[in-house]
């Protein structure tokens, strides 16, 4: 299978600061890549979806001014958590897909706590 | 809207033991349905899917049938291993992409020697 790498895999931060998580591709291209959180004993939630070189399509309930989704080429995509505070500590995973209507390939996850 | 349920874990099992992860979904339409697994320290992978009504998804010694009558998926294993012990997630697509999953809260499987 493709690997999808996210890094870091777990980040602490202060309240009010910014974070920067990267998810790549390493091995193929990934038109389309999608971002999840996971609230303890929660399912996975989307939270957007990003097609290279275009803007990310949000889902319901998500601020996209405050979850930044880049998708600037076609082995990275990145999602900035911009003036984080002590709610927004979840787990976070990414998924990347080569097309449409082919799998999607999971990274590690991201453990972000704000303190 | 759409949603998918599974059982609550986490689960204990002894080697060999016989293995049920339950799974139930309520969907519009007969959408394809997944199993992922999640070892420690790892990402999501597919274990397996069914694409229709009465498919049966096999991998690695475990089977999941769709069943639409039930709106069912369960997940067995007729003989585990320690190797197993792994988190279990059910999904379904919702649309469009195979990354468009609606997921399972997760069943925490620990396979003892």
């Known amino acids: 299978g493709a690997v999808v790498s996210q890094h870091p895999s777990r980040v602490i931060c202060k309240s009010g600061t910014s974070v920067k998580i990267e998810c790549r591709s390493l091995?193929?291209?990934?038109?389309?890549m999608f971002w999840y959180r996971q609230f303890p004993k929660q399912s996975l939630m989307l939270m957007a979806t990003?097609?290279?070189?275009?803007?990310?399509?949000?889902e319901q309930g998500v601020e996209k001014d405050k979850f930044l989704i880049n998708h600037a080429s076609l082995t990275l995509s990145t999602l900035t958590v911009t003036s984080a505070h002590p709610e927004d500590s979840s787990f976070y995973i990414c998924?990347?897909?080569?097309?449409?209507?082919?799998?999607?390939?999971f990274g590690q996850g991201t453990r972000l706590t704000v303190v | 809207g759409d949603s998918v349920t599974q059982m609550e874990g986490p689960v204990t099992l002894s080697e060999e033991a016989f293995l049920t992860i339950n799974c139930t979904y309520t969907?519009?339409?007969?959408?394809?349905l997944f199993w992922y697994v999640q070892y420690p320290g790892e990402g999501l992978q597919l274990l397996l899917k069914?694409?229709?009504?009465?498919d049966k998804g096999s991998n690695k010694g475990f089977e999941a049938t769709y069943r639409k009558e039930t709106t069912s998926f369960h997940l067995e294993k007729g003989s585990v291993q320690v190797s197993d012990s792994a988190v279990y997630f059910c999904?379904?697509?919702?649309?469009?992409?195979?990354?468009?999953?609606?997921f399972g809260k997760g069943t925490k499987l620990s396979v003892k020697p």
């Open positions: 990003s097609n290279e070189g275009s803007k990310a399509t949000y």
């Open positions: 091995d193929f291209q990934a038109t389309t």
């Open positions: 969907a519009t339409g007969y959408p394809s």
């Open positions: 069914a694409t229709k009504a009465d």
């Open positions: 998924s990347a897909s080569r097309g449409q209507d082919t799998e999607a390939f």
């Open positions: 999904a379904l697509i919702r649309g469009g992409s195979q990354g468009n999953l609606i």
